[in-house]
């Protein structure tokens, strides 16, 4: 993911909450799991067969993503590269 939005220089970033001791909020500029995650949970992504793929493995299920749910990102990033995470995380909080 990093890759491609370098690449397409895309000036992705996300605001880091405040530190408990007080300390400035940091800026990173690094897609990570936690975004994915994020992205996964707001859009429902594990219902959708276009872009997930279940795995069973007895009791266990795990999932595996398409090629084509990494241009969906790199498209919702593009449209709000510095807010797209933070507007993702308010809107979770605000989800009944």
Same mark, same amino acid.
């Given at each position: 993911m990093?890759? %491609?939005?370098s690449t397409k @220089?895309?000036?992705? =970033?996300?605001?880091? =909450? =405040?530190?408990?001791?007080g300390a *400035?909020p940091? /800026?990173?500029?690094k897609?990570t799991?936690?975004?994915? @995650?994020l992205?996964i949970?707001?859009?429902? !992504? +594990?219902s959708k /067969?276009a872009? #997930?793929? #279940?795995?069973?493995?007895?009791? %266990?299920?795990?999932? =595996?993503?398409?090629? #084509? ?7 919702e !990033?593009k449209?709000d590269? +510095? @807010?797209v !995470?933070?507007? !993702?995380?308010? *809107?979770?909080?605000? @989800?009944?």
């Amino acid at each position: 993911m990093n890759g %491609r939005l370098s690449t397409k @220089k895309i000036p992705f =970033s996300v605001k880091t =909450s =405040s530190l408990p001791n007080g300390a *400035a909020p940091m /800026e990173r500029n690094k897609f990570t799991t936690n975004d994915l @995650k994020l992205f996964i949970n707001f859009y429902d !992504i +594990k219902s959708k /067969e276009a872009y #997930a793929f #279940a795995h069973t493995f007895g009791n %266990r299920i795990e999932y =595996s993503y398409s090629q #084509a749910l990494v241009d969906f990102i790199i498209t919702e !990033i593009k449209k709000d590269p +510095k @807010k797209v !995470i933070q507007n !993702i995380k308010l *809107a979770l909080q605000n @989800k009944p």
